[in-house]
């Protein structure tokens, strides 16, 4: 028996199901159930009636997915797939931050801790981010943790001052514009598609700034026959699988140490030991939903 036909022999014995984000490798990809971004495999877990949810993804990810499902078994294959970003932010520094704005509201991205998510007014992702703070009625935002997506934000809100926590992913950070107009030099009728995690300079080089659902969409859409991908690097696995008759140019600096850590025996692994499992305090549950729901009442259908 080979790897694949094991893992899918462990998947009906524990009644799971694996769920892998757009930056997994390719070949993880390929053997999940549902493939997508964090909060839309979150949703996913939610709805099926598995047992067992696997999340190829990062920490944070996977904790979205506990929070959402308390009742179900979630587990991280690799323990050390860890967001740096959403290590940036912890409910330590947060809380004295609210405490000397007591008026503002807090918006935290999903790229957070389910602990930094317990002290949130809302959540947001980067696809629903603008419209969520253009929503809520406070006037001052402390945004958390991503200072990219944040200052991309308030582009549009500019009735709104928005205080931007010192955090960005070094992914999308490190996309710089010369790699961006090298790109455009090769490939000159390729659209830009960037990720509002760039810096302000790559996002003004941008055809269309969009989270990794919203290029899918734009590609299909869009009469370009020819992309520029500004994020991370497998993401043009998905692209093209989505759009095969079109033509996708990543970064290729662009690369997620940590969506890499997840392979083919780490799920194996996984799946026969059940390990390592999410755990989060009933408290921090009930604390990190609040936000989760207020924002999918105010971003739906985003
Ligand atoms: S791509 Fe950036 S935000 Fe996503 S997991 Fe990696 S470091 Fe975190």
Same mark, same amino acid.
């Given at each position: 028996?080979?790897?694949?036909?094991?893992?899918?022999?462990?998947?009906?014995?524990?009644?799971?199901?694996?769920?892998?984000?757009?930056?997994?490798?390719?070949?993880?990809?390929?053997?999940?159930?549902?493939?997508?971004?964090?909060?839309?495999?979150?949703?996913?877990?939610?709805?099926?009636?598995?047992?067992?949810?696997?999340?190829?993804?990062?920490?944070?990810?996977?904790?979205?997915?506990?929070?959402?499902?308390?009742?179900?078994?979630?587990?991280?294959?690799?323990?050390?797939?860890?967001? &740096?970003?959403?290590?940036?932010?912890?409910? +330590?520094?947060?809380?004295?931050?609210?405490?000397?704005?007591?008026?503002?509201?807090?918006?935290?991205?999903?790229?957070?801790?389910?602990?930094?998510?317990?002290?949130?007014?809302?959540?947001?992702?980067?696809?629903?981010?603008?419209?969520?703070?253009?929503?809520?009625?406070?006037?001052?935002?402390?945004?958390?943790?991503?200072?990219?997506?944040?200052?991309?934000?308030?582009?549009?809100?500019?009735?709104?001052?928005? +205080?931007?926590?010192?955090?960005?992913?070094?992914?999308?950070?490190?996309?710089?514009?010369?790699?961006?107009?090298?790109?455009?030099?090769?490939?000159?009728?390729?659209?830009?598609?960037?990720?509002?995690?760039?810096? &302000?300079?790559?996002?003004?080089?941008?055809?269309?700034?969009?989270?990794?659902?919203?290029?899918?969409?734009?590609?299909?859409?869009?009469?370009?026959?020819?992309?520029?991908?500004?994020?991370?690097?497998?993401?043009?696995?998905?692209?093209?699988?989505?759009?095969?008759?079109?033509?996708?140019?990543?970064?290729?600096?662009?690369?997620? &140490?940590?969506?890499?850590?997840?392979?083919?025996?780490?799920?194996?692994?996984?799946?026969?030991?059940?390990? &390592?499992?999410?755990?989060?305090?009933?408290?921090?549950?009930?604390?990190?939903?609040?936000?989760?729901?207020?924002?999918?009442?105010?971003?739906?259908?985003?």
């Amino acid at each position: 028996m080979n790897a694949a036909e094991r893992i899918q022999e462990l998947k009906a014995q524990r009644k799971a199901i694996i769920l892998a984000h757009n930056y997994q490798p390719p070949e993880v990809q390929d053997i999940a159930d549902f493939v997508g971004d964090s909060l839309g495999l979150s949703q996913k877990a939610a709805s099926t009636d598995a047992e067992v949810i696997i999340f190829c993804g990062v920490d944070f990810m996977a904790e979205s997915a506990k929070i959402l499902s308390p009742e179900k078994i979630v587990i991280l294959p690799e323990s050390d797939a860890m967001c &740096p970003m959403s290590a940036m932010c912890t409910d +330590l520094e947060l809380g004295p931050m609210k405490e000397r704005y007591p008026e503002a509201a807090v918006v935290a991205y999903v790229n957070t801790s389910a602990a930094v998510k317990a002290l949130a007014d809302v959540c947001c992702t980067s696809s629903n981010a603008v419209k969520v703070v253009g929503k809520i009625p406070q006037k001052l935002i402390i945004f958390v943790p991503d200072r990219n997506l944040g200052a991309y934000v308030q582009r549009f809100h500019p009735d709104k001052e928005i +205080l931007l926590w010192p955090g960005y992913c070094p992914t999308h950070h490190d996309i710089s514009v010369r790699e961006i107009k090298e790109l455009q030099r090769q490939h000159p009728q390729a659209k830009v598609m960037v990720h509002p995690e760039c810096i &302000p300079d790559v996002i003004d080089l941008a055809d269309n700034v969009s989270s990794t659902e919203g290029m899918i969409k734009y590609a299909r859409t869009n009469e370009a026959m020819e992309f520029i991908v500004g994020t991370e690097v497998d993401m043009t696995y998905r692209l093209s699988k989505e759009s095969p008759d079109k033509k996708f140019f990543p970064v290729p600096s662009a690369v997620c &140490p940590n969506m890499k850590r997840t392979t083919i025996s780490s799920l194996v692994r996984a799946l026969e030991t059940m390990s &390592p499992e999410i755990t989060l305090s009933p408290e921090i549950i009930e604390a990190a939903r609040k936000p989760l729901e207020r924002m999918m009442e105010i971003g739906h259908g985003d």
